[in-house]
């Protein structure tokens, strides 16, 4: 049940109009905080220097794969693989360097004006021409005024020059051209910076990113003070990234190309040494021809070993005929023929031996004795060529053998000569394979350089301008709108922030919705601040709005007690200064107003403060009544001017209030009361502090809670929530006191004449010292103003 009751609590809310009459009463701070806030706005679009971007755009060229064939691939090696290195290149210092000679970027000119200074750039109406620099790594800055069209002073000095005069100053020996007229009168500061500085400066504030996501489409841009200087930067910027990526690359072909034709020179060095080697080698070992000389070699062994052969077959035929002619027996038979032996004396010699052997054989046939001088001629004749045939054989061995000498001699040294050329061929077979080796690298070099002369010769931009940089005349910063709308915002949104954090560091009440947010309680009423001198303010003739507040409350008071016929009214609050008696002397005079007998008691016992508030006095009151010193028909006093407004004093401070409130007299003195009036109201003690409202609270019909505007604490109204959900005190209903406002939508605060809130169809302000409310303006007429304007 309490969970639900805080989270009903918690549902209050504000309605436009509600919002509207919250803030309404700040409107002259918001017209003033939205006029300061507008001044500080063109003040700062005035005085601020304008920001201006430009933007170039170039592309990539992406390197493709696949490209088919050598040819291809040599132009598309230029091409970009990494696309996020270029990038770093374009905004490298480096380049920004080629960028600021190549457009002398070192000198800057800025005109001087009486709050801000701008870079002028190429309108400069003159030029500084630096004649001698003193230190070429520093930097400096001139000033330069014209008191006349063609004089000038340089850093306010009293000297003057004229253009074209050369000055010197510590910095160096310079001069000053005139470009156009209009100098003067005015002022302008040069700087100079060398060119490392300058592209310092420069190269931070080059963007590169994608024009478009997953293109190589490149967006270059550039925010500056002077748009024609950032052009010319962003321009100057994509024909230097050309020609630095064509030197890059016409750099690394041409290191490339004298490496290679160095080689070249070398190789064909080391070619013409080895062939001068390998020539003197094959001329000092006779290896012209070496494998002919192998098989020429070859066959003289052959043939010598063949001849040896043959030479000893001739021997041993030669020793068979010897030893034959040798044997007696054999004196007179026929000598084998000699014509296997190639001797023609021998041969001859034979033959005739055997022509005398068959004319001596014809003789004896003939039988011619033996002893015949004609037969012993032939014997002899015959003994004569045996001997001489012997001699002739011997002779011819003799031959043979030296023959056969020779023929060794001839195939021993063609087998030394074969087993000495394997080692020679094979030192001839290396100097060629070195010479084939470098003959082979020689031409590999001879089509790299033709390779990479082709991509010299086909050397260009890996890159492409598409859209040059153009200057603007548009500033990005600052924005004019959006500095508008926003001292607009700010100027309404910065009093709304210090209005809701003064509420919300403020713990004390000042709304009615601040009380029914917090607690289900109902309010009965507000009661508007009085300005008279006395607590009685409410009368026959007086219709001020404090007064018609009271009968306001007065009537809501008949839905609470419903049919009661002498209600009994306690009156109480959380502090005291909450304005309870002021709440009971008025409450007391509209019931006696409205025809009722009303007793007002005076039951704030220690601090009572209703008769003196309303400028009375009594001896006797409710305490001598509880002491048993006095009798109730003797307590009441007439209110003067009031025909049916009686009150009851406190009487004498007692020591011990909380216990004589719990006598018994107390429960008599009420039953006298009801008997005697019709209108009851008890003005006691504040519940928060003491418990004196507790006691009486059994004798009441309802309690009305006091909250005073500014006063009460918030914390103190979850007091008020708690007592009403316990029923600790009879139908509590809150009043809400010393209100600034008449009552309209329950928000109120000083207005342009003094106290204003909105109520009914317009906006009303009550001027100090006034009850009577003037009205500012209507609602319709604000309507029908807005309906017009739409």
Not at 468 to 478: D, L, M
């Amino acid at each position: 049940m309490e969970g639900n009751h805080s989270g009903n609590k918690d549902l209050g809310t504000l309605s436009i109009k509600d919002l509207f009459f919250k803030y309404i009463r700040f409107l002259p701070v918001f017209l003033v905080s939205v006029a300061l806030c507008l001044l500080g706005a063109y003040l700062y679009l005035r005085y601020t220097t304008p920001i201006y971007r430009v933007t170039g755009t170039l592309t990539f060229k992406q390197q493709e794969q696949g490209s088919g064939g050598k040819f291809n691939d040599i132009f598309n090696a230029k091409n970009v693989s990494d696309v996020q290195s270029e990038i770093e290149i374009l905004k490298s210092q480096a380049l920004m360097e080629r960028v600021v000679d190549s457009v002398n970027l070192q000198t800057s000119y800025f005109a001087v004006g009486k709050i801000k200074t701008l870079n002028i750039y190429t309108s400069c109406p003159f030029r500084l021409k630096i004649i001698k620099l003193t230190d070429s790594f520093g930097s400096f800055k001139m000033n330069f005024t014209f008191p006349t069209e063609n004089e000038f002073r340089v850093n306010k000095e009293s000297g003057k020059f004229k253009f074209g005069d050369v000055f010197g100053n510590s910095y160096g020996l310079f001069s000053l051209t005139k470009v156009n007229n209009g100098v003067k009168g005015k002022e302008f500061n040069v700087e100079w910076k060398s060119t490392p500085e300058q592209a310092a400066n420069y190269a931070p504030i080059v963007r590169v990113a994608p024009k478009i996501a997953g293109t190589s489409i490149y967006n270059i841009q550039i925010d500056y003070t002077n748009s024609l200087l950032a052009a010319d930067i962003i321009n100057n910027l994509m024909l230097r990234y050309k020609d630095a990526s064509i030197d890059d690359k016409n750099a690394t072909i041409k290191q490339r190309l004298d490496y290679i034709i160095g080689q070249l020179v070398r190789i064909d060095r080391d070619l013409d040494s080895i062939e001068a080697k390998r020539i003197m080698f094959i001329n000092e070992n006779n290896l012209s021809g070496y494998e002919a000389q192998l098989a020429s070699l070859f066959e003289i062994q052959t043939k010598s070993d063949e001849e040896i052969q043959n030479q000893k077959q001739q021997l041993v035929i030669i020793d068979i005929m010897a030893a034959y002619l040798k044997d007696t027996m054999n004196n007179f038979e026929k000598t084998p023929s000699a014509l296997s032996i190639t001797d023609g004396t021998l041969s001859a010699m034979v033959n005739s031996y055997n022509l005398i052997q068959l004319e001596r054989k014809k003789m004896l046939e003939q039988n011619i004795p033996e002893e015949n001088p004609q037969i012993q001629v032939k014997n002899a004749e015959l003994e004569k060529l045996r001997k001489n045939v012997l001699e002739a054989l011997k002779n011819v061995k003799v031959a043979y053998n030296s023959s056969i000498d020779d023929f060794y001699k001839r195939g021993t040294t063609a087998i030394f000569k074969q087993k000495e050329m394997p080692a020679k061929i094979q030192r001839l077979l290396e100097m060629e394979r070195e010479r084939d080796s470098k003959l082979a690298l020689y031409k590999f070099l001879q089509e790299q350089r033709e390779e990479t002369a082709m991509q010299q010769a086909a050397t260009v931009s890996n890159s492409k301008v598409l859209t040059v940089a153009y200057p603007t005349n548009t500033p990005i910063k600052p924005n004019k709108r959006a500095i508008q709308l926003l001292a607009i915002i700010l100027g309404l949104g910065l009093p709304a922030m210090y209005i809701f954090f003064l509420e919300i560091i403020n713990d004390k009440v000042n709304t009615r919705y601040d009380i029914e947010k917090l607690t289900d309680a109902s309010v009965l009423g507000e009661v508007g601040h009085s300005h008279s001198g006395s607590s009685m303010i409410v009368s026959k003739t007086n219709r001020s709005m404090v007064s018609e507040q009271f009968r306001i409350i007065r009537s809501n008071l008949q839905y609470v007690l419903h049919k009661i016929e002498k209600p009994v009214i306690m009156i109480t609050s959380s502090f005291s200064a909450e304005g309870k008696s002021f709440i009971t002397t008025n409450l007391g005079g509209v019931m006696a107003l409205a025809g009722k007998k009303t007793v007002m008691l005076e039951f704030d016992i220690r601090k009572p403060k209703l008769f003196s508030g309303m400028k009375l006095s009594s001896k006797q009151g409710i305490t001598n009544f509880l002491v048993g010193k006095a009798q109730m028909a003797d307590l009441p006093i007439k209110i003067p001017g009031y025909e049916n407004l009686y009150g009851i004093s406190c009487g004498p401070v007692p020591p011990n209030p909380a216990e004589l409130l719990l006598d018994s007299k107390v429960e008599e003195m009420f039953k006298w009361l009801k008997e005697n009036f019709d209108v009851i109201l008890i003005d006691t003690a504040p519940v928060g502090m003491v418990s004196d409202a507790m006691t009486l609270g059994k004798f009441a019909d309802t309690t009305l809670y006091v909250v005073r505007q500014g006063y009460t604490y918030k914390k103190q109204i979850s007091l008020i929530d708690e007592l009403y959900h316990d029923n600790r005190l009879p139908k509590i209903s809150i009043i809400m006191n010393d209100v600034k406002l008449k009552p309209g939508y329950g928000y109120y605060g000083y207005g342009r004449y003094g106290y204003g809130y909105g109520y009914g169809g317009g906006y009303y302000e009550v001027e100090e010292g006034q009850d009577t409310p003037k009205r500012i303006f209507s609602f319709m007429r604000l309507k029908n103003f807005i309906t017009r304007r739409k």
